[in-house]
């Protein structure tokens, strides 16, 4: 779609093998780390900040080991070099208020985990074509 990177950060490896799959079939070839918890996830972003570029997209889990999904988000936000990267909540949690605290923090969007193959397909094809090819990210 676009050369813009994405950040998958997601520990369940089912999820994360389906959340490729369906990139690839949906020929969103953009570059795809994979970070599997969020503390590592924070340390990629913030520890060797100046040498990596950053994601133009990241897609985060909620539940996640070690710091979970919400905490990563709120350390984006905080951050004047994180804080306009679009986040899409990708998460199997239908918990009302995980919602409603995914966009305080300051999630772009919330998307719930389709348990349906074809489904979850879809969702990712319209997120890529979205937040990858319609969306005019900040200038950096």
């Known amino acids: ?4 990177s994405i950040l998958l950060v ?3 490896p089912d999820d994360e093998a389906l959340t490729l799959r369906a ?3 949906n020929n969103i070839l953009n570059e795809v780390t994979v970070m599997r918890d969020g503390a590592e996830a924070l340390d990629y972003l913030f520890a060797g900040s100046a040498e990596i570029t950053l994601p133009g997209l990241i897609l985060l889990d909620l539940k996640l080991p070690k710091v979970d ?3 990563v988000l709120r350390q984006l936000r905080s951050s004047e070099r994180t804080r306009l990267i679009p986040v899409v909540v990708l998460t ?3 918990e009302e208020k995980d919602v409603i605290q995914g ?3 300051g ?3 919330y998307i719930r985990k389709p348990v349906d193959l074809t489904q979850f397909v879809e969702a990712v094809r319209q997120l890529g074509l979205y ?3 319609l969306n005019q990210p900040p200038p950096r």
């Open 69 to 71: 999904g919400l905490e």
């Open 131 to 133: 937040w990858l090819m």
């Open 10 to 12: 997601e520990d369940n």
């Open 1 to 4: 779609m676009t050369n813009r």
């Open 23 to 25: 990139l690839k079939r």
């Open 107 to 109: 999630a772009n969007s």
């Open 103 to 105: 966009y305080r923090l």
């Open 92 to 94: 199997s949690s239908i």
